[in-house]
């Protein structure tokens, strides 16, 4: 059965710090992957993914993620935390061999990055 | 702004009565999502269209919900005899293609439909 864990309910960064979300995944086939962030009461906004080829992706806001097939892990990755990233993120996958091409979603991180 | 809208943000009920969702994706795209996420939890699959064609169904959909997209365009998604177990948020998301193999493509969100249910 396909399914996304975030091992981690909520991670704490200082400031300028380096900050890491962790995701790992299981599927059958191959995966594709996915970051969200969500900000309160607000949608989903699209961050980064992985198809395939380079496994460091680059994404939106200065975030990148790294894909590692031997560890089944996609873990968020930002150099310098800002305090405006602060937010709820979520990791996905979709298995190439699923033709109605669902997402299968981690049960989201918060992180919370102080000043 | 993702290009997909939903109406109406907030809605709020009483046990038992029906309400009816809009999501409007992005127009060119023929693929049409329906989530359900409730707090701190990531979204759940609930239904997926492709043109006017319900493809499939979640198990989580009970007889009580039913969505449409009639002419595959806009969608609704309706709930009857509404229960306080449906007080979540109900998201709509619509690919935008990048022009590779099916699959790969990006889904883009809503801002959600926030169900209340006294």
């Known amino acids: 059965a396909q399914s996304v864990a975030q091992p981690e309910d909520q991670v704490n960064v200082a400031e300028g710090n380096p900050l890491t979300v962790k995701c790992t995944y299981s599927?059958?086939?191959?995966?594709?992957l996915f970051w969200y962030v969500q900000y309160p009461n607000r949608g989903l906004q699209f961050l980064l993914k992985y198809i395939t080829g380079d496994n460091l992706v680059k994404g939106s806001y200065g975030f990148e993620a790294e894909f590692n097939k031997s560890q089944t892990s996609f873990h968020l990755k930002k150099p310098s935390a800002l305090v405006s990233d602060s937010a709820l993120y979520f990791c996905a996958v979709r298995d190439m061999r699923d033709s109605n091409y669902q997402l299968i979603w981690g049960a989201g991180t918060k992180l919370i990055i102080k000043p | 702004d993702t290009g997909v809208s939903q109406d109406p943000r907030h809605k709020i009920t009483k046990r038992g009565q029906n309400v009816t969702f809009r999501c409007d994706p992005i127009s060119e795209h023929n693929r049409l999502y329906w989530y359900r996420q409730t707090l701190g939890q990531g979204p759940e699959f609930l239904t997926y269209?492709?043109?006017?064609?319900?493809?499939?169904k979640s198990r989580l959909l009970s007889d009580r919900f039913s969505a449409e997209r009639p002419k595959g365009s806009f969608s609704t998604l309706e709930i009857q005899r509404t229960e306080q177990g449906d007080s979540a948020m109900y998201l709509c998301?619509?690919?935008?293609?990048?022009?590779?193999?099916?699959?790969?493509?990006?889904?883009?969100f809503g801002p959600g439909t926030r169900l209340t249910v006294l």
């Open positions: 599927v059958s086939g191959n995966p594709y």
């Open positions: 269209f492709q043109n006017e064609a319900q493809l499939e």
């Open positions: 998301a619509s690919p935008r293609g990048s022009g590779g193999t099916l699959g790969t493509d990006t889904q883009y």
